[in-house]
């Protein structure tokens, strides 16, 4: 009632009152005064730690807010809010008397040092935010530290409550006492409780103002503010909070906040947890929960709160700071999940500084180095991975990249426990700010095994391509549809194209025009019936050439079962198909040359009867018996069928029988008369003899006929212009048959250890085309208008048998040139004669000879030249028939005739029987075959001569007399 009654201004007793208590009241004033003036004090110390605790708390909302990204304010208002509680604080600090108490100094300074450690760690927290994140360690210190603040300013409130209601009691009670009962003596309590609510109205006022300030923060901060009852019955709710949980301001006013909780059970938990804390008051803090928006979707929500008390600190309820964190628990777990992803990444990932410092790495990384997190962080990229890797690689690419360029390059190095590992390196720039670089990321990923595979299949492109080449072999596709063709490098050089000739028009135009459509139409057969294909055809090459070609091609399906694209093959088989033709001469010749030898053989037996009688006779007959003539003719008659027996022995390449070392030069001077008068009148012949040329092993008859054979065809190739034949002799360490001569024949096959010696036939007539030299070694083939034989056919026999080659080198209008080359024997000694002709036709010999010989009228002319001779024959008709009448008469017979060819029994079986029988008898093998080829078909020891059919009687008698002669019968 009585403040009721002083609220009434305008009531006249309350003015009487006064007046009348005024002149007791200033006797009381200095009292009223210092009493007005502790309480005065008081409210406005409380004022300006209440207004620093709200600027720290709002400036806590707004930092919160800025570095979860969920508004655009700027941090500056932040800290000029934590200055604003800073400079409140200072102005309680330098107040006076209240400020200077012992006690209540401490309690502000230490308040003073923590709002400075929050504006600190509020900088700190803004920096580290991109490399720390919410709800780091720094954010948690953070937290703490506020939660302390919080707490000091409670204290200090408490601590000077407690002190300024002590003064109070302690230094105006008795005041109290004497103004209180002045007043009710004279009435003056009216005049002192009128001073009161004047003052009342002041404070009132203050608290008016703090309360809008108050409620001006509630409703800008973007986060939720929530109040309730201790039955969790919401009392107070900003915009914020509204706009979270998706109601119109207002709604959720008196709503219990267990309806705002999006799981039922969570709900009863926090009936019990209130309950709790009414009993317990345990520390508050920060907890996270789902909480249902209105339109029933479920949000992440951090909820940090504290208890609301009345003005005797009993808790009435709970006021609670809500913040969504749905999209910032979005983000930390994307982050989490990219730091699961970068910590299992097989790739080694490094964050880099502007100073080259490692900043973070991957596990991968410090496995790969072989070195600890803190062997790396904070170390130099040079200092890890060495000066000279980093100084020659790294730099150069990281200056680039921290330019803004992203940087690729691949290089080797060398891991401790790894080894050498390709690695494929990616330099990404690290921005601070939209063109501001503070560094770079760095990628290494291992791609060895990629390099290794990757100089596999170059490695097998190369061996593919290169036995391609060697082979001659190129591929191909063809596309039907698009006509589109493909060609390898080595089609281009079979087709001899260049290398940028790709085109079907390219390879078809090469085709040869008769092979150009069976080939085509192979291919379209093909494409209509999926079949594969393979033939020979020809090319003709722009500049000529004619080549052949062996083509495969495969057709490629679709899933239609229509023709894709055909796969093929070429190979160039132009060198195969030219020795499939020299294959087939060679076949032709050795044909002719079984027939030839074989001729030769049969026509030597007939020769021998020939010309053993004819020798007989004209041995009886005197010199003017008129049959003297007709003798001596068929004597020359059958010397000459001998040379032609020679000749094709000689092509056969079995007619080298009467073998001795001669000079070639030797044999060419014996000759130059005999050469000049076979040529041409008006061709000249010149000689060039090497110098000490060594000896070879031939038979003199048979050189002759070749040169004498290279000489006239030189000569006739002149004509009757005027012209040089030049012969040129000399030595060489091997034949120049490697030489690419057109018709070229290379008999090489046992090369001389102690070199050649050659003869080279040199004219300046007409010359040969190509084809003509292809066949000049033909039997039968002549230039001239009537053939004459065997010819070069001949001499390519002779060489042959000489164990040399020659080669020939023509073209039209330059004149030929003929190289022979012959092996130089081992023995240098010439061979020496002994006798004369007409010594020999003295001697006679004794004893008896064992002939075999399985032809009748060669064995009865033998018999008759033996027995001429002074010897006693006995005839074998073959050599089993020869083995027992030598047992028969093994002690009479002093030499053996033996015949290589017969029946039953050959001669070289027949001579193993006699020198098994008789180890020490002579034996002279007979036959029309080539001297070597008879050594051949003996082991180590063989006859002690031979003599080649057909054997005038001069040669058979001096072999004869060489082996029976002084030897003991």
């Not at 107040?95 to 401490?106: D, F, K, R, V």
């Not at 003073?112 to 450690?117: G, L, N």
């Not at 309590?189 to 108050?214: C, I, N, P």
């Not at 219990?256 to 709900?267: Q, T």
Request: charged letters at 30%.
């Amino acid at each position: 009632m009585l403040i009721s009654s002083i609220d009434n201004k305008s009531d006249p007793s309350l003015v009487s009152t006064v007046l009348l208590g005024c002149i007791t009241l200033l006797l009381i004033f200095y009292l009223h005064e210092r009493t007005e003036h502790i309480i005065a004090e008081r409210e406005i110390y409380s004022g300006d730690i209440l207004h620093a605790n709200i600027d720290i708390a709002t400036g806590h909302l707004w930092l919160e807010e800025y570095l979860t990204g969920d508004t655009t304010i700027e941090i500056d208002r932040t800290l000029s809010l934590i200055n604003q509680s800073l400079a409140a604080v200072d102005s309680v600090i330098d107040s006076g008397e209240l400020a200077q108490q012992p006690t209540m100094a401490n309690y502000l300074k230490e308040l003073k040092a923590r709002i400075q450690k929050i504006e600190a760690m509020s900088l700190q927290r803004i920096n580290a935010i991109e490399t720390s994140g919410i709800g780091t360690e720094i954010d948690q210190r953070y937290d703490t530290l506020f939660k302390e603040t919080q707490d000091s300013f409670d204290a200090v409130n408490d601590v000077a409550t407690k002190h300024i209601l002590e003064e109070e009691n302690k230094k105006h009670t008795v005041h109290y006492t004497v103004i209180i009962l002045w007043i009710l003596v004279v009435g003056g309590v009216v005049a002192v409780l009128r001073k009161h609510l004047t003052f009342r109205e002041l404070v009132e006022s203050e608290l008016e103002e703090s309360r809008e300030r108050y409620k001006t923060v509630i409703s800008t901060i973007p986060h939720g503010v929530q109040e309730c009852d201790l039955n969790g019955v919401i009392t107070l709710s900003n915009q914020a909070h509204h706009t979270i949980l998706g109601y119109e301001y207002g709604e959720l006013i008196s709503r219990p906040i267990f309806d705002l909780l999006a799981l039922e059970e969570e709900a009863d938990e926090l009936r019990k947890y209130l309950k709790k804390l009414q009993e317990e008051k345990p520390e508050p803090t920060q907890f996270f929960s789902e909480n249902r928006r209105k339109d029933g979707a479920v949000i992440d929500v951090q909820v940090d709160w504290d208890y609301k008390c009345d003005s005797e600190g009993k808790v009435v309820g709970f006021i609670a700071i809500i913040t969504d964190t749905t999209e910032r628990k979005i983000a930390e777990e994307g982050l989490r999940q990219s730091e699961r992803i970068v910590s299992s990444s097989t790739d080694l990932l490094t964050l880099v500084d502007s100073g080259f410092k490692y900043i973070a790495v991957n596990s991968s990384f410090l496995k790969a180095i072989d070195k600890t997190r803190d062997e790396v962080v904070g170390h130099s990229m040079a200092e890890v991975l060495g000066e000279k890797y980093f100084a020659t690689v790294i730099k150069p690419n990281a200056l680039r990249c921290m330019a803004g360029e992203n940087v690729n390059f691949q290089q080797w190095f060398e891991f401790p426990s790894r080894g050498r590992r390709f690695l494929d390196i990616n330099y990404y720039p690290y921005f601070c700010s939209e063109t501001e670089v503070m560094g770079f990321v760095a990628n290494f990923r291992d791609i060895t095994e990629k390099k290794e595979a990757e100089e596999i299949l170059e490695e097998s492109e190369r061996i593919l391509k290169q036995a391609q080449n060697i082979t001659h072999l190129g591929h191909w596709k063809f596309y039907p549809e698009t006509c589109k063709f493909e060609g390898s490098e080595e089609m281009s050089r079979i087709f001899g194209l260049d290398r940028g000739e790709t085109t079907l028009e390219a390879f078809t135009s090469a085709l040869h025009p008769d092979d150009r459509k069976r080939l085509l139409g192979e291919i379209n057969e093909s494409i209509h019936d999926a079949e594969s294909w393979d033939i020979e055809h020809r090319l003709i090459l722009k500049d000529g050439t004619e080549k052949w070609v062996h083509s495969i091609g495969e057709p490629s399906l679709d899933e239609t079962g229509k023709t894709k694209y055909i796969l093929g093959t070429t190979q160039d088989v132009s060198e195969r198909k030219s020795l499939e033709a020299h294959v087939q001469n060679a076949q032709k010749l050795e044909s002719l040359c079984v027939l030839a030898g074989g001729l030769a053989h049969d026509f030597n037996n007939i020769l021998m009867v020939i010309i053993g009688n004819t020798q007989l006779a004209l041995d009886t007959l005197p010199l003017e018996s008129p049959e003297w003539e007709n003798m001596e003719e068929i004597y020359k008659a059958s010397k000459r069928a001998t040379t032609l027996t020679k000749q094709m022995l000689a092509y056969s390449g079995k007619g080298k029988f009467d073998v001795r070392r001669v000079n070639l030069n030797e044999v060419l001077l014996e000759m130059t008369t005999l050469l000049e008068s076979s040529i041409s009148k008006t061709v000249t012949l010149d000689f060039k003899p090497g110098d000490a040329l060594p000896v070879i092993d031939a038979d003199i008859a048979q050189l002759h006929q070749v040169v004498m054979n290279l000489v006239i065809n030189a000569s006739e190739a002149i004509g009757e212009n005027k012209g040089v034949v030049t012969i040129t002799t000399g030595k060489a360490n091997k034949p120049d048959c490697d030489k690419t001569y057109p018709g070229e024949i290379d008999m090489t096959e046992h090369p001389a250890g102690n070199g050649y010696v050659y003869l080279e036939v040199r004219d300046d007539g007409a010359g040969m085309g190509v084809e003509t030299v292809k066949k000049i070694f033909d039997p039968f083939f002549t230039t001239k208008f009537m053939g004459r034989g065997l010819g070069m056919s001949a001499t390519l026999g002779i060489v042959r048998g000489h164990k040399g080659c020659i080669s020939v080198d023509s073209e039209p209008d330059k004149g030929t040139t003929f190289k022979v080359w012959f092996p130089v024997t081992t023995d240098e000694t010439p061979d020496v004669k002994v006798e004369t002709l007409e010594e020999i036709l003295k001697w006679r010999g004794s004893g008896t000879i064992l002939l075999v010989d399985d032809e009748d009228q060669v064995r009865l002319q033998a018999e008759k030249i033996l027995k001429k001779f002074g010897f006693t024959v006995i005839s074998a008709v073959n050599g089993k028939d020869a083995v027992c009448k030598f047992v028969d008469n093994i002690d009479q017979i002093v030499c053996v005739l033996l015949d290589l060819m017969m029946p039953v029994m050959g001669g070289v079986e027949c001579f193993a029987r006699l020198r098994e029988i008789r180890e020490d008898i002579p034996v002279i093998m007979v036959s029309g075959y080539n001297e070597n080829d008879i050594t051949l078909k003996f082991n180590e020891q063989g006859p002690d001569e031979y003599i080649g059919k057909p054997y005038d009687i001069i040669d058979l008698i001096t072999r004869i007399r060489k082996l029976t002669e002084n030897r003991d019968l």
